[in-house]
């Protein structure tokens, strides 16, 4: 029984331990850390995006690449 309790006690010693030690280094973080501005990110340029997604879809499209006797998929590519 006394063997038990030893080790009972350790593990609670260490886990206060931990607890402890935690909240320490949480207050640590938190008084050398400066308050950031928030900035809210800037728009998309919607106008270049859509150019763009534009240009890809015909520049990246696969319809009629493949021949009439052929299945779709990846080792006709």
């Known amino acids: 029984m006394g063997r038990r309790l030893k080790f009972a006690g350790l593990c609670i010693g260490l886990l206060l331990f931990g ?21 809210p ?5 919607t106008a270049v995006m859509r150019a763009n997604y534009e240009r890809w879809r015909t520049e990246f499209k696969t319809w009629g690449k493949w021949g009439t006797d052929d299945n779709k998929g990846t080792s006709n590519l």
Do not use: I, K, T, Y
């Open 19 to 39: 607890v402890v030690c935690g909240f320490q280094l949480r207050g640590q973080g938190q008084a050398g850390a400066a308050p950031q501005a928030s900035v």
């Open 41 to 45: 990110p800037a728009p998309a340029d």
